[in-house]
């Protein structure tokens, strides 16, 4: 079965963009649909990309996604960052072994 | 507004089992189009699926938890359960309750779709 590897940690200042990347460790990033969810701390995980690149209802397009097949990896871009967007992000996708995967998550700091 | 709403006992004595159950308000339970799952949260580490359920009883599992985890759903109540054996020090976490869809853009399958609504979740301690 694959991992799904994020960085630790990424910090921003306040109007900037950040790029959060999750990189699969077999299999190809294009086998099987990514999704991100942001987790704000004492709240339950929510969704804000999809099937790689589609936004749910209600999420701004400041959030965007993207894989690059050739480093097998996902990314969540946010531009315009701004302070509530402080949060833990995780990718997740699907396998055949284990059926959801999730990354380990990243912390983003907005300062 | 669909809401789920987790709950359960909140310290499990280790050997013993965690049984939580997530009630499902707003709306049905009986759904073509989504599964429902549990999912759970070490402080510090990732989150970790732990199982689905469909309406008609349809489930999986997560491998690494297969042998310890059963899941059951009772659509007369809008509700279903997690049952997790011989539980220790690491099964101690928060534990959520999601809805998944799994259709899209008109298409449906068990590689589609997210974890669009989830519960508020709740801490389970596993100590004695």
């Known amino acids: 079965n694959f991992m799904l590897t994020q960085p630790h940690s990424v910090s921003e200042s306040p109007g900037k963009t950040v790029t959060i990347s999750c990189t699969r460790s077999?299999?190809?990033?294009?086998?099987?649909?990514v999704q991100w969810y942001q987790q704000r701390p004492g709240r339950a995980p929510t969704p804000v990309i999809y099937?790689?690149?589609?936004?749910p209802s209600g999420v701004p397009d400041r959030f965007s996604g993207s894989i690059d097949r050739s480093s097998n990896s996902a990314s969540l871009t946010i531009s315009g960052l701004k302070t509530e967007d402080e949060a833990h992000y995780y990718c997740?996708?699907?396998?055949?072994?284990?059926?959801?995967?999730f990354g380990g998550g990243t912390e983003l700091t907005v300062l | 507004q669909l809401q789920l709403q987790e709950s359960g006992p909140r310290l499990v004595r280790p050997s013993e089992t965690l049984s939580l159950t997530c009630t499902v308000s707003g709306g049905s339970i009986i759904s073509s189009f989504h599964y429902w799952g549990w999912i759970r949260h070490t402080p510090g580490k990732r989150l970790e699926w732990i199982g689905s359920i469909y309406y008609s009883g349809s489930d999986s599992y997560n491998p690494s938890l297969k042998s310890r985890v059963t899941m059951s759903i009772d659509t007369s109540k809008d509700q279903f359960s997690l049952s997790l054996t011989s539980v220790t020090a690491a099964d101690t976490a928060f534990y959520y309750c999601?809805?998944?869809?799994?259709?899209?853009?008109?298409?449906?399958?068990?590689?589609?779709?997210?974890?669009?609504?989830w519960g508020q979740g709740m801490m389970v301690t596993v100590s004695s």
């Open positions: 077999s299999g190809g990033i294009a086998s099987n649909y």
């Open positions: 099937e790689n690149k589609y936004r």
């Open positions: 999601a809805r998944r869809g799994i259709c899209t853009g008109g298409s449906c399958g068990l590689d589609l779709g997210y974890f669009d609504i």
């Open positions: 997740q996708s699907y396998g055949t072994a284990n059926p959801v995967v």
